[in-house]
């Protein structure tokens, strides 16, 4: 069968051909698997370096006077122009400007936002903590309702299953930001039960959070859903109804810990997405939060602080999806052995 | 989009006839309704309505659906309806752009990585692997920061983000005809690489790339009725799904079908575009 990769499950099908591989020889996994997280760990840092290498080539690769572009509507202050030379080392030749930024970011040094006249890691720092909590909420609902759902929807009871694909569908389909607008429109304008004004509490959380934790969690019960077919067709779980394990225990105790391992990959990588999720959600409910600093910067075209949102969330999607890589590779002794380092 | 299964089917003459009219999928002919419907009001909104979206009528503020007005009024007085028809234009527009510059690159890059040498398919996994580490949002505004807000823009803003899903499946499709019977057969007649590549690679490889591109039509579209609510892309009076839903956002208490309506119509879409492609995908797999 070609390799189509699904267009809501980029990384299961992938990782369905890892998971189904022979487990091989375990007596040497254990030196493996210090050589597997090495080369997982050393791609992670591969990779945001390029991150880091791109977003230099675009600032430069676009026409015009890179001082103008990174000072915006403040091209014109001799003052501030002198400072941004200094600081991006725009005197100098192009490799050591590189040497410059290649120094200056891990440090944490963004650069300044001119439309906000504040560093861009100050302002990403204060706009961070609204926004982690509401990805946090989001995550923890997403994987309560990914869990809840496959659960019970691999059961026998009839018609739940065709029910949960509808909504899985609409979910999935709807775009995220008309579904926070009609949670909005339903519980806050129609049934008054929770606020939209007071994002502080823990009940102005609940919106937005379920706003992003639906879509997210069908996909993720999905895939769950998808493990826990394929485990009880194993002949474990027959051996396990045999023993006498009710139906129940077995898809409890064997077949959803065999499917919570893809689940781990796909928790990581929605994790790491969900700061970039964050925006179109915080925009629809007024929430403060790096949302609303990206469009803004956007609007006033601010690219030092455009530029350190991104480098942010690209650091966060990288470490979250590789913690949750090398969660699986600890967790699956199958995964070390057929693996290719 | 999914039947309920019912006893003793087939098992008589009357049966069989119900088991092959129940194999027949509404869900897709439905779809293929939607998909048909919107294709018609993007390219000639006139047949639906005679309604022009743009005309205000202050009297008529935020009416309520009546016969008159099927989908309501906005804040305005223009009718919901035709600005919901008149929007499908901008959706399909910039999603089928957006699905076509992803297709282009995805495919040079996928063919390049899978047909090439190895040192060129290594650079191109990696790069596609920094691709993805950008999440799709971001990768969008970043594109649109620097060169601008507007619909030319937002269609490879968009297209950007699809590549890797695209230039991943040509690479694999690549890789597998490379070592064809035919592929060798081209090579024993001492044909040159690229024409071996253009003439036998490339049109096996492309045989996923009609349903990939259908299921990525709907994400493409929510993408830019997503930047269209940000205020990134065409710009107000225009009638654009998501602009409208952004409006939307501060009548939602004295108007909520304002903001129920092009929402309505926008997942529809989607969900149309995911169902044939869904349908397409398993008419292929079984075939292979």
Request: aromatic share 8%; proline share 6%; charged share 15%.
């Given at each position: 069968?070609?390799?189509?990769?699904?267009?809501?499950?980029?990384?299961?099908?992938?990782?369905?051909?890892?998971?189904?591989?022979?487990?091989?020889?375990?007596?040497?996994?254990?030196?493996?698997?210090?050589?597997?997280?090495?080369?997982?760990?050393?791609?992670?840092?591969?990779?945001?370096?390029?991150?880091?290498?791109?977003?230099?080539?675009?600032?430069?690769?676009?026409?015009?006077?890179?001082?103008?572009?990174?000072?915006?509507?403040?091209?014109?202050?001799?003052?501030?122009?002198?400072?941004?030379?200094?600081?991006?080392?725009?005197?100098?030749?192009?490799?050591?400007?590189?040497?410059?930024?290649?120094?200056?970011?891990?440090?944490?040094?963004?650069?300044?936002?001119?439309?906000?006249?504040?560093?861009?890691?100050?302002?990403?720092?204060?706009?961070?903590?609204?926004?982690?909590q509401l990805a946090a909420a989001g995550l923890v609902a997403a994987v309560v309702i990914g869990f809840v759902v496959a659960y019970a929807t691999t059961g026998r009871l009839p018609l739940l299953r065709p029910?949960?694909?509808?909504?899985?569908?609409?979910?999935?389909?709807?775009?995220?930001?008309?579904?926070?607008?009609?949670?909005?429109?339903?519980?806050?304008?129609?049934?008054?039960?929770?606020?939209?004004?007071?994002?502080?509490?823990?009940?102005?959380?609940?919106?937005?959070?379920?706003?992003?934790?639906?879509?997210?969690?069908?996909?993720?019960?999905?895939?769950?859903?998808?493990?826990?077919?394929?485990?009880?067709?194993?002949?474990?779980?027959?051996?396990?109804?045999?023993?006498?394990?009710?139906?129940?225990?077995?898809r409890r105790r064997h077949a959803l810990r065999h499917a919570s391992l893809p689940a781990i990959t796909l928790i990581g990588l929605i994790a790491g997405g969900l700061l970039g999720g964050a925006v179109i959600?915080?925009?629809?409910?007024?929430?403060?939060?790096?949302?609303?600093?990206?469009?803004?910067?956007?609007?006033?075209?601010?690219?030092?602080?455009?530029?350190?949102?991104?480098?942010?969330?690209?650091?966060?999607?990288?470490?979250?999806?590789?913690?949750?890589?090398?969660?699986?590779?600890?967790?699956?002794?199958?995964?070390?052995?057929?693996?290719?380092? | 989009?999914?039947?309920?299964?019912?006893?003793?089917?087939?098992?008589?003459?009357?049966?069989?006839?119900?088991?092959?009219?129940?194999?027949?999928?509404?869900?897709?002919?439905?779809?293929?309704?939607?998909?048909?419907?919107?294709?018609?009001?993007?390219?000639?909104?006139?047949?639906?309505?005679?309604?022009?979206?743009?005309?205000?009528?202050?009297?008529?503020?935020?009416?309520?659906?009546?016969?008159?007005?099927?989908?309501?009024?906005?804040?305005?007085?223009?009718?919901?309806?035709?600005?919901?028809?008149?929007?499908?234009?901008?959706?399909?527009?910039?999603?089928?752009?957006?699905?076509?510059?992803?297709?282009?690159?995805?495919?040079?890059?996928?063919?390049?990585?899978?047909?090439?040498?190895?040192?060129?398919?290594?650079?191109?996994?990696?790069?596609?692997?920094?691709?993805?580490?950008?999440?799709?949002?971001?990768?969008?505004?970043?594109?649109?920061?620097?060169?601008?807000?507007?619909?030319?823009?937002?269609?490879?803003?968009?297209?950007?983000?699809?590549?890797?899903?695209?230039?991943?499946?040509?690479?694999?499709?690549?890789?597998?005809?490379?070592?064809?019977?035919?592929?060798?057969?081209?090579?024993?007649?001492?044909?040159?690489?690229?024409?071996?590549?253009?003439?036998?690679?490339?049109?096996?490889?492309?045989?996923?790339?009609?349903?990939?591109?259908?299921?990525?039509?709907?994400?493409?579209?929510?993408?830019?009725?997503?930047?269209?609510?940000?205020?990134?892309?065409?710009?107000?009076?225009?009638?654009?799904?998501?602009?409208?839903?952004?409006?939307?956002?501060?009548?939602?208490?004295?108007?909520?079908?304002?903001?129920?309506?092009?929402?309505?119509?926008?997942?529809?879409?989607?969900?149309?575009?995911?169902?044939?492609?869904?349908?397409?995908?398993?008419?292929?797999?079984?075939?292979?």
């Amino acid at each position: 069968m070609p390799q189509l990769a699904h267009w809501s499950r980029p990384a299961t099908a992938e990782l369905a051909g890892v998971v189904a591989d022979p487990p091989a020889r375990h007596r040497r996994s254990g030196r493996r698997l210090y050589r597997l997280v090495g080369a997982r760990l050393a791609q992670a840092v591969f990779v945001l370096w390029a991150a880091i290498t791109v977003t230099f080539v675009a600032v430069h690769a676009m026409p015009g006077d890179t001082v103008s572009l990174l000072l915006g509507e403040n091209r014109d202050d001799p003052v501030l122009r002198a400072a941004t030379i200094a600081r991006w080392g725009l005197d100098q030749p192009a490799w050591a400007q590189y040497l410059i930024y290649l120094r200056r970011i891990p440090s944490g040094d963004l650069g300044t936002s001119y439309s906000l006249r504040q560093p861009v890691a100050e302002l990403i720092a204060q706009s961070m903590v609204p926004t982690f909590q509401l990805a946090a909420a989001g995550l923890v609902a997403a994987v309560v309702i990914g869990f809840v759902v496959a659960y019970a929807t691999t059961g026998r009871l009839p018609l739940l299953r065709p029910a949960a694909n509808t909504l899985e569908i609409v979910f999935l389909s709807a775009p995220p930001f008309w579904l926070a607008i009609v949670l909005l429109a339903v519980f806050s304008f129609k049934l008054g039960w929770f606020s939209v004004i007071d994002y502080r509490s823990a009940a102005g959380l609940v919106l937005p959070a379920a706003a992003i934790a639906l879509p997210m969690g069908f996909y993720l019960a999905q895939v769950l859903r998808d493990g826990i077919d394929r485990a009880l067709e194993q002949p474990f779980a027959l051996t396990a109804r045999a023993r006498g394990l009710s139906w129940a225990g077995v898809r409890r105790r064997h077949a959803l810990r065999h499917a919570s391992l893809p689940a781990i990959t796909l928790i990581g990588l929605i994790a790491g997405g969900l700061l970039g999720g964050a925006v179109i959600c915080e925009t629809v409910f007024a929430r403060p939060g790096l949302g609303q600093i990206a469009v803004a910067a956007v609007m006033v075209k601010d690219i030092p602080l455009i530029l350190g949102i991104a480098l942010v969330s690209t650091f966060a999607y990288i470490a979250a999806s590789t913690t949750a890589d090398l969660a699986a590779l600890i967790l699956d002794p199958r995964l070390r052995a057929g693996a290719k380092a | 989009m999914t039947t309920v299964a019912l006893p003793a089917a087939g098992s008589t003459r009357l049966g069989r006839l119900i088991v092959t009219a129940r194999r027949f999928r509404w869900s897709v002919l439905l779809a293929g309704v939607v998909i048909g419907v919107a294709l018609v009001a993007a390219v000639w909104p006139g047949l639906l309505t005679d309604v022009d979206p743009l005309q205000a009528n202050p009297l008529e503020s935020n009416a309520a659906p009546s016969a008159q007005h099927l989908a309501g009024t906005d804040i305005q007085g223009r009718d919901l309806l035709a600005r919901i028809i008149y929007g499908a234009r901008y959706s399909l527009v910039i999603g089928l752009g957006a699905v076509l510059v992803s297709v282009t690159l995805g495919t040079l890059l996928g063919l390049a990585a899978g047909a090439g040498p190895r040192w060129l398919d290594q650079t191109i996994c990696r790069a596609i692997d920094i691709l993805c580490a950008f999440p799709g949002v971001l990768l969008a505004l970043v594109f649109i920061a620097f060169t601008g807000p507007g619909a030319p823009n937002l269609v490879v803003a968009l297209g950007l983000g699809g590549i890797p899903g695209f230039a991943r499946v040509i690479r694999t499709q690549a890789l597998v005809a490379r070592t064809s019977d035919y592929v060798e057969q081209a090579a024993t007649y001492a044909l040159p690489g690229w024409r071996i590549t253009l003439r036998h690679v490339l049109p096996n490889a492309l045989g996923p790339v009609p349903i990939l591109a259908t299921l990525g039509l709907g994400s493409a579209i929510v993408g830019s009725s997503g930047l269209s609510f940000l205020g990134l892309g065409p710009q107000p009076p225009t009638a654009e799904w998501g602009l409208m839903l952004s409006d939307s956002r501060n009548y939602l208490r004295v108007a909520p079908w304002t903001g129920v309506f092009p929402g309505v119509a926008l997942t529809a879409v989607v969900i149309a575009a995911t169902v044939l492609g869904r349908h397409w995908q398993r008419r292929y797999e079984r075939r292979h």
